[in-house]
T-cell receptor, first 117, second 113 residues
Framework: GAGVSQSPSNKVTEKGKDVELRCDPI?????LYWYRQSLGQGLEFLIY????????KSGLPSDRFSAERTGGSVSTLTIQRTQQEDSAVYLC???????????????FGEGSWLTVV | AQTVTQSQPEMSVQEAETVTLSCTYD???????LFWYKQPPSRQMILVIR??????QNATENRFSVNFQKAAKSFSLKISDSQLGDAAMYFC??????????FGTGTLLAVQP
């Protein structure tokens, strides 16, 4: 696609329910990132994919959070048994990642706004 | 672990004036990239400028320029001739050799007409 696409753009869910957030990166981008941004806060790193593997999962806040990427393309972030503190914007980004420490531009989607009530 | 610090939660500038946003970072790596991103109310993250750590020359993009001080681990953004459309949240970011992108907490810039 032309840009990073995320869905849903907005999601309201009840506490305790599971949610899935989807990210469709720019075609050909091998690197994919998930970030969480709470209201008025900075971007909190969650997980990074290179192809289908996740070299860095250090930012996942708890075992209720998981992510996968299949076919080196679409990624899904799953939050199980949602809590009110999970309410935030979840941003996905992608880039070409050639070599170590690439300076290739990272492109962001418009985010999925999750509200847990 | 790398960290990025933005010590100015909010800044204000008059239209047509110049403003500088501060950013410091901590790392033990010698090769990395630094970025400034802009996030308007639409939430879309927009790349403003980037700097390769191995380059001594400061990056410039039209009205935006950086002051990169590698030894001091400082990476400030200067916006010249500020425009109303520059009002946004600005994030400084560090990209490590492992391609992990780490953000500061942001500076909210207001532009006064």
């Amino acid at each position: 696609g032309a840009g990073v696409s995320q869905s849903p753009s907005n999601k309201v869910t009840e506490k305790g329910k599971d949610v899935e957030l989807r990210c469709d990166p720019i075609s050909g981008h091998t690197a994919l990132y998930w970030y969480r941004q709470s209201l008025g806060q900075g971007l909190e790193f969650l997980i990074y994919f290179q192809g289908n593997s996740a070299p860095d999962k250090s930012g996942l806040p708890s075992d209720r959070f998981s992510a996968e990427r299949t076919g080196g393309s679409v990624s899904t972030l799953t939050i199980q048994r949602t809590q009110q503190e999970d309410s935030a914007v979840y941003l996905c980004a992608s880039s070409l990642a050639t070599g170590v420490g690439s300076g290739n531009t990272i492109y962001f989607g418009e985010g999925s706004w999750l509200t847990v009530v | 672990a790398q960290t990025v610090t933005q010590s100015q939660p909010e800044m204000s500038v008059q239209e047509a004036e110049t403003v500088t946003l501060s950013c410091t970072y901590d790392t033990s790596e010698s090769d990395y990239y630094l970025f400034w991103y802009k996030q308007p109310p639409s939430r879309q993250m927009i790349l403003v400028i980037r700097q390769e750590a191995y380059k001594q020359q400061n990056a410039t993009e039209n009205r935006f320029s950086v002051n990169f001080q590698k030894a001091a681990k400082s990476f400030s953004l200067k916006i010249s001739d500020s425009q109303l459309g520059d009002a946004a949240m600005y994030f400084c970011a560090y990209r490590s050799r492992h391609n992990k992108l780490i953000f500061g907490t942001g500076t909210l810039l207001a532009v006064q007409p």
